[in-house]
């Protein structure tokens, strides 16, 4: 195997020679990785941005959960303390009526017996009860053939009124509702009468 070795001699003078070219920055090339560059890192910076907004979402999210499950509970709450507040309110009404009761000067027993003996043939009692208002609430019906019943509601209120042993306690009557009804061609009426304590 015989190598050849090749040896160039250049003769000319040194002005005519031809000159080596040296290697050229490629501004294109460097141009194309700077292009590049930028935008792999605004692709970057983007998917940054929107990684950190998906996790600025998520963390609002779980925020605004955990917000409205604490106002679920505190709304359980309020609405418990609202019942407990109105159940409050219905016992004190109640206890100021018991009270009122207890502090009356006469015994019921004589006061619903006097009310029993000022009752007219044909009218009887379907409730009798105090209220939050300090009255003596009366209802009833009436049924009459040879009268109008509402007569006998009145004729009823006027023994009530007139008698002074029952009266003494209220200082006024007043018929708070009338309903007329008829059956078997009879007068019906039921009435609720009020009687308001001294």
Do not use: C
């Not at 040194?14 to 050229?24: H, I, N, Q, T, Y």
């Amino acid at each position: 195997m015989t190598i050849r070795i090749m040896i160039e001699i250049n003769l000319l003078p040194e002005e005519l020679r031809k000159k080596k070219s040296e290697p050229v920055f490629n501004l294109n090339m460097e141009a194309e990785k700077l292009r590049f560059l930028a935008i792999g890192g605004a692709a970057g910076i983007l998917i940054l941005i929107v990684i950190a907004l998906s996790l600025g979402s998520f963390i609002r999210k779980a925020q605004i959960n955990d917000l409205l499950s604490r106002e679920k509970v505190f709304s359980d709450r309020l609405s418990k303390i609202d019942g407990i507040n109105k159940e409050i309110t219905v016992l004190k009404a109640k206890m100021a009526v018991l009270d009122q009761l207890t502090k009356r000067k006469f015994l019921w027993t004589e006061k619903l017996n006097q009310l029993s003996d000022l009752l007219l043939p044909g009218i009887w009692f379907t409730h009798i009860y105090t209220d939050s208002e300090n009255r003596l609430m009366i209802e009833g019906s009436v049924i009459s053939k040879s009268e109008e019943a509402m007569a006998f509601v009145g004729k009823f209120m006027k023994n009530v009124k007139d008698n002074q042993q029952f009266f003494k306690d209220f200082k006024s009557i007043k018929l708070e509702s009338v309903q007329r009804k008829n059956k078997e061609e009879r007068d019906v009426v039921d009435f609720k009468i009020s009687l308001y304590f001294q």
